[in-house]
């Protein structure tokens, strides 16, 4: 175990953090109060670092289906993977939240559809609450999760997952019509019992209008300074995800460009065989008698021609 304090024991470049959790009502009660700090995790180590730089809530993404998986879209994530990653996170976040993302058809289906598999990533994943996209169309889903006593995160704008249905990564909530029909949903998510809102790529005055619509948190993610909170991605954060760079992604590192650095610094010197040094190797065990060394029989470098077996031979 790592100790009950959450610096560790008080190392002097740490500051001391406090290990109690952030709660859903204490997340609920910084609307309009101080902003909340969202990041996606996807790991332990990551959880442990992204938590010790005070992210108030860590989301299991279904962006890992982008970021660590490699497709081109999240629809292939499933429940278990999820749950998988969110065991991991679950261990490194002392103080974050632990929030599940509901991958594509986990919920969609019907209310006791979502509400089964929102039950199954609690015990599963180890979150302690899930987020889902979409509005009005998943308003009983919501509520019937509500209901359970899981606590559940909306997703306004750019959901991702309907990212065939937008005709791609598109920003969302331009001109009146669609403004006032993202208004609508995010006043119904509230009424639904979500405790929060994610708005994503939407346009900032619209986004400050939905964060005084309702009576919940929004985070925001390509929707303006005027959100009651911002999440982003870690590795857009951290400056690694070089495939996609969305214009809201801010690269706060280049961690990147550091890893791609580090990596060759090894390689180099594993060439040089100035790594390892004595430093990182075992004491020797000293000299052994030669008797007890069989010297090793002479052996060819290459197995004659005529030892390979026919299928091998190319030529
Ligand atoms: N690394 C990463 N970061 C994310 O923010 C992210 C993911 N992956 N995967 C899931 C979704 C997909 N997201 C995306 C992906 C691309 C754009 C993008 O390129 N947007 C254009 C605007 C395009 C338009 O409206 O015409 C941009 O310039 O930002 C936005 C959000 C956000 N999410
Ligand atoms: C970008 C956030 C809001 C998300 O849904 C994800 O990471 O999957
Ligand atoms: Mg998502």
């Not at 979150?127 to 606590?151: C, D, M, N």
């Not at 390509?222 to 959100?227: L, N, Q």
């Amino acid at each position: 175990m790592y100790g009950p304090q959450g610096n560790g024991g008080g190392s002097a470049r740490r500051p001391a953090q406090r290990s109690t959790k952030v709660t859903v009502p204490e997340i609920r009660s910084r609307k309009g109060v101080s902003p909340i700090a969202m990041v996606t995790a996807y790991d332990f180590t990551m959880a442990r670092l992204l938590d010790e730089g005070g992210a108030d809530l860590l989301l299991v993404g279904d962006s890992l289906g982008m970021v660590v998986q490699g497709h081109t879209t999240t629809l292939p994530v499933t429940v278990e993977e999820i749950c998988y990653h969110g065991r991991a996170v679950a261990r490194g976040a002392r103080r974050a939240h632990v929030v599940g993302d509901m991958p594509f058809m986990s919920f969609q289906l019907s209310p006791m559809h979502a509400l089964e598999n929102a039950g199954r990533m609690m015990k599963e994943g180890s979150f302690e609450s899930i987020k889902l996209e979409g509005g009005e169309e998943i308003a009983e889903h919501v509520r019937r999760i509500v209901a359970a006593g899981i606590p559940v995160m909306g997703h306004l704008g750019l959901t991702p997952q309907s990212v065939h249905a937008m005709g791609g990564f598109k920003v969302q909530g331009k001109g009146d019509e669609a403004a006032e029909r993202l208004i609508a949903d995010a006043r119904v998510l509230d009424e639904a019992g979500a405790y929060a809102i994610v708005l994503e790529a939407i346009p900032p005055d619209l986004a400050q209008e939905v964060t005084a619509a309702v009576s919940v948190p929004t985070i925001g993610i390509g929707a303006g300074a005027g959100c009651d909170g911002q999440v982003l991605v870690c590795y857009d954060l951290l400056g690694m995800f070089r495939e996609l760079t969305p214009k809201f992604a801010k690269r706060f590192a280049e961690v990147g460009d550091q890893i791609v650095e580090a990596t060759r610094a090894y390689v180099d010197e594993v060439q040089s065989r100035t790594f390892p040094a004595a430093e990182h190797s075992f004491k020797p065990n000293g000299p052994r008698r030669a008797a007890t060394v069989p010297a090793a029989p002479a052996k060819p470098e290459f197995a004659p021609a005529d030892e390979i077996p026919p299928h091998w031979q190319t030529h």
